[in-house]
């Protein structure tokens, strides 16, 4: 789970820091010709999302911490997600 820290100060006016852990969103995007799939890291997420889409269909930007998939899998994701996750998604517009 990412972690992020918090800056506090204390009655005495100490400063400290607050360790928040956060869960990612789910995130179902186009992106050119693309859709990006990215979500909270799931072991299960990606051993399901491997056998749903081939390979040439797929890949991940280690970079990005994402997915691209090819557009026809769109549904397929979205189901995944529900399954796996009990989320419900849709696929959201290029972000500017």
């Known amino acids: 789970m990412p972690t992020a820290l918090r800056k506090l100060v204390n ?8 360790s928040v852990h956060y869960k990612a969103p789910t995130v179902l995007r186009r992106e050119g010709t693309c859709l990006v799939f990215s979500f909270e890291y ?3 997420m990606v051993t399901r999302l491997k056998a749903a889409i081939p390979w040439k269909k797929r ?18 994701i979205i189901q995944l997600v529900k399954e796996v996750a009990g989320e419900d998604i849709s696929i959201s517009e290029e972000e500017p």
């Open 11 to 18: 009655s005495r006016g100490q400063i400290y820091y607050q």
């Open 42 to 44: 799931s072991a299960q």
């Open 59 to 76: 890949r991940y930007r280690p970079d990005m911490l994402d997915w691209l998939i090819y557009p026809e899998y769109g549904e397929t």
